[in-house]
């Protein structure tokens, strides 16, 4: 049984389909990243799941309970992190845990334990009594973190939990994605950020404009790209001509350009280059800086969208 | 138990916020008192002394004047005032007194063995009807008194002994009250019944329910701010993702609000009665079950704003909107019964009103547990109405 198993799940929004038949499953003790841009589907999708939503359309199990036929058991086994700080700000640390502890049914001795357990995974068991409209983002995100696991959730669910803070911060939530989950708990783990996907995830569903497009293993998806290097060029100046005469150079398979940047994606770099700097040079364009990556994610986004994995 | 759970989390925040003394202990307080002084002022000039004054310049003070005196004070429609002459003539020259009777110091001196009580001075206008009256008035005490001597002096010439006049003077005169008593013709002062104030005895028993009512719904301002705060940071959305049912939620919410509503209520109501001499514990019961109805209502509406309200902003919007509407229709301010017809007739469907009923008739006018059923039934009805309004709202905008 997987823990997570979603079949055609659709939701529109008037004329706006934000989810168009978008399947997915992750294993029980899997680590499963949507990763896509801003407004690609992925918190409708999550909403979905976390009973917040009622779908239009297809199905969505959690621990083999239908978020739609039995809500109270789904909802029983599933912890949300939400993307923005759903905390009470005039509370304590303690106070907003001991609150979402008895909200999930612990009382007494176990709900205590279970509270002193979390803070001292969130790494805020010295600021405890300190309200959480004190605390710094990080800090704040840590606690929204921690009221989602307090009773031992199978399934754990976070939206784009690294948002705005800062690396000692972001760093601290990706290990303890990484802690929980060897526990056993299954993370549905949303993202925009390629590099958390690539380090969390055993699969990655990559979603746009409502789909799913690819969904793999990190290996499997970079495989989609083949073994094609990205290139990113900045440019003295824009300029039709050299778009298409690098278009038609031989070994570009893709080129996009944005906020001033080129980014192609190229069989060989080492035999590509030299061809794009005699182009540039033919046209009468200078190349002021070259970055050249290798298959990631984000050439992947590229290669199936055409569009850069960016906000 | 998980909503006793958001209840006590709800009433802890609102406890924890400072704005919240203010408006749920101190401005309430502070208003009953301010608007039971603004409405003793009122009365107290309202009041009229409609007795004739009459001046009583006593020169003689003696046994007789003294007499005389006594049976003056006894009209009811006569209201004397012992002052020295020279005063008494400037209170009636400034109108104050309608007339200025003066008691010679002879007055009574040769009584006893020539009968002559000796004559006293009536100073008025006799022109005017004020002063005919206290004229017509004065006349008959005056003219009793005489004949009681002149039995007096009478009996003792015939007797032979001057002992006897004091006993057949005294016999007179209660001859004289016997036969008053007897008469077929009795004298009163007439004057038009005086109107009830509308407050009863105690001006607070307009200003402490009416505060009452009107910070209940003041006090929303603090608890309806509650559930749009928990919308704004999503703690609603965050509330709705575990197993807690959306019922459970209302319930937890709309809890706290009535916890809040009652515990002012009662702070209010135990100040009312200790401090300020209104007697709502005259029907305990029915000051309990007319105050959680009050409660019940106000919370609904709490709810019901707290569903629309987009905003902090909006939530003061609306409660201040409901105080003005419900407080000025229900007759918080000043009674229905003095109102316009029209005014009157449609402020006593608000909820307001029901809930003023009920108080007043239990502090006003002297009612019991009976007298409260049709306003605790009114305010129920009016808490269902907003609970599924709310409810249909909440449901509505989802999280």
């Known amino acids: 049984m997987n823990a997570i198993e979603v079949k055609n799940l659709k939701k529109s929004f008037g004329d706006l389909q934000a989810v168009d038949s978008v399947n997915f499953a992750a294993a029980q003790g899997e680590i499963l990243s949507l990763l896509g841009p801003n407004g690609a589907g992925k918190s409708t999708a999550i909403s979905m799941l976390a009973g917040l939503?009622?779908?239009?359309?297809?199905?969505?199990?959690?621990?083999?309970?239908?978020?739609?036929?039995?809500?109270?058991?789904?909802?029983?086994?599933?912890?949300?992190?939400?993307q923005d700080i759903a905390l009470y700000p005039d509370?304590?640390?303690?106070?907003?845990?001991?609150?979402?502890?008895?909200?999930?049914?612990?009382?007494?001795?176990?709900?205590?334990?279970?509270?002193?357990?979390?803070?001292?995974?969130?790494?805020?068991?010295?600021r405890q009594k300190d309200r959480i409209g004190k605390f710094s983002g990080g800090m704040k995100r840590r606690v929204n973190i921690g009221a989602a696991l307090l009773h031992k959730p199978d399934v754990v669910i976070m939206d784009e939990p690294t948002v705005g803070i800062d690396p000692q911060s972001r760093r601290h939530i990706l290990d303890n994605v990484k802690a929980l989950n060897k526990q056993g708990m299954t993370v549905l783990y949303t993202t925009h950020y390629m590099e958390e996907a690539a380090e969390l995830s055993d699969h990655i569903a990559i979603m746009d404009q409502g789909k799913v497009i690819a969904f793999g293993t990190h290996a499997e998806l970079?495989?989609?790209?083949?073994?094609?290097?990205?290139?990113?060029?900045?440019?003295?100046?824009?300029?039709?001509?050299?778009?298409?005469?690098?278009?038609?150079?031989?070994?570009?398979?893709?080129?996009?350009?944005?906020?001033?940047?080129?980014?192609?994606?190229?069989?060989?770099?080492?035999?590509?280059?030299?061809?794009?700097?005699?182009?540039?040079?033919?046209?009468?364009?200078?190349?002021?800086?070259?970055?050249?990556?290798?298959p990631n994610l984000e050439s992947v986004f590229l290669h199936l969208t055409g569009r850069a994995l960016r906000d | 138990?998980?909503?006793?759970?958001?209840?006590?989390?709800?009433?802890?925040?609102?406890?924890?916020?400072?704005?919240?003394?203010?408006?749920?202990?101190?401005?309430?307080?502070?208003?009953?008192?301010?608007?039971?002084?603004?409405?003793?002022?009122?009365?107290?000039?309202?009041?009229?002394?409609?007795r004739i004054s009459v001046a009583w310049v006593d020169e003689a003070d003696?046994?007789?004047?003294?007499?005389?005196?006594?049976?003056?004070?006894?009209n009811t429609a006569l209201s004397l005032v012992d002052m020295e002459e020279a005063s008494a003539m400037d209170a009636l020259a400034r109108g104050d007194m309608l007339g200025v009777l003066i008691i010679p110091s002879a007055f009574g001196e040769q009584a006893e063995g020539t009968s002559a009580l000796g004559q006293i001075t009536l100073v008025t206008d006799t022109l005017s009807t004020e002063g005919q009256s206290l004229y017509q008035l004065?006349?008959?005490?005056?003219?009793?008194?005489?004949?009681?001597?002149?039995?007096?002096?009478?009996?003792?010439?015939?007797?032979?002994?001057?002992?006897?006049?004091?006993?057949?003077?005294?016999?007179?005169?209660?001859?004289?009250?016997?036969?008053?008593?007897?008469?077929?013709?009795?004298?009163?002062?007439?004057?038009?019944?005086?109107?009830?104030?509308w407050f009863g005895d105690n001006p607070y028993n307009q200003a402490s329910p009416g505060i009452v009512v009107q910070f209940a719904i003041i006090g929303l301002i603090t608890s309806a701010q509650i559930l749009v705060e928990e919308r704004k940071n999503r703690t609603l959305q965050r509330l709705m993702s575990t197993a807690m049912r959306t019922w459970e939620i209302v319930a937890?919410?709309?809890?706290?609000?009535?916890?809040?509503?009652?515990?002012?209520?009662?702070?209010?109501?135990?100040?009312?009665?200790?401090?300020?001499?209104?007697?709502?514990?005259?029907?305990?019961?029915?000051?309990?079950?007319?105050?959680?109805?009050?409660?019940?209502?106000?919370?609904?509406?709490?709810?019901?704003?707290g569903v629309v309200a987009k905003s902090d902003d909006q939530v003061i919007l609306f409660s201040m909107v409901a105080m003005f509407f419900f407080s000025a229709l229900g007759g918080t301010w000043f009674p229905l019964d003095v109102s316009a017809g029209g005014f009157a007739a449609?402020?006593?469907?608000?909820?307001?009103?029901?809930?003023?009923?009920?108080?007043?008739?239990?502090?006003?006018?002297?009612?019991?547990l009976a007298s409260i059923w049709q306003p605790v039934a009114i305010l129920m009805i009016y808490a269902l109405g907003f609970f599924m309004l709310a409810l249909w709202r909440f449901r509505k905008i989802g999280v």
């Open chain 1, 53 to 82: 939503l009622v779908p239009d359309g297809g199905s969505a199990t959690l621990m083999g309970h239908s978020v739609t036929a039995d809500p109270q058991a789904a909802k029983a086994s599933l912890g949300v992190v939400p």
């Open chain 1, 91 to 126: 509370l304590s640390a303690r106070e907003n845990l001991v609150f979402w502890g008895k909200m999930y049914g612990l009382r007494g001795a176990a709900l205590n334990q279970r509270v002193d357990k979390v803070l001292e995974i969130i790494g805020l068991s010295e």
């Open chain 1, 222 to 294: 970079i495989k989609l790209v083949g073994e094609q290097t990205r290139i990113d060029l900045t440019l003295n100046t824009e300029s039709t001509v050299i778009f298409d005469a690098w278009r038609n150079t031989q070994g570009v398979s893709r080129i996009d350009a944005e906020n001033g940047t080129v980014t192609l994606l190229v069989d060989d770099s080492n035999l590509v280059l030299p061809r794009l700097f005699e182009a540039a040079a033919q046209a009468n364009v200078r190349i002021t800086s070259v970055d050249i990556q290798e």
């Open chain 2, 1 to 50: 138990m998980r909503i006793l759970d958001l209840a006590t989390k709800d009433l802890l925040q609102i406890f924890r916020d400072k704005k919240s003394f203010l408006f749920l202990a101190a401005m309430p307080i502070i208003f009953t008192l301010f608007m039971g002084f603004a409405y003793n002022s009122g009365e107290d000039g309202a009041e009229d002394d409609a």
């Open chain 2, 62 to 74: 003696n046994q007789f004047s003294e007499l005389l005196f006594e049976r003056l004070d006894e």
């Open chain 2, 138 to 197: 004065l006349r008959v005490p005056v003219s009793q008194l005489a004949s009681a001597v002149e039995i007096g002096t009478l009996t003792a010439d015939v007797i032979g002994d001057s002992a006897e006049f004091s006993p057949a003077f005294t016999l007179a005169l209660e001859e004289w009250d016997e036969h008053q008593s007897r008469s077929l013709v009795r004298t009163e002062k007439a004057v038009a019944q005086e109107e009830e104030s």
């Open chain 2, 252 to 305: 937890g919410h709309i809890l706290a609000m009535f916890t809040l509503a009652f515990l002012q209520i009662a702070l209010l109501v135990l100040f009312g009665q200790w401090v300020l001499d209104v007697n709502y514990l005259h029907a305990p019961l029915a000051t309990l079950l007319i105050s959680a109805a009050l409660g019940i209502w106000v919370a609904s509406m709490g709810l019901l704003i």
């Open chain 2, 346 to 368: 449609f402020g006593r469907l608000m909820p307001s009103y029901a809930a003023m009923n009920g108080l007043q008739n239990i502090l006003i006018r002297g009612l019991g």
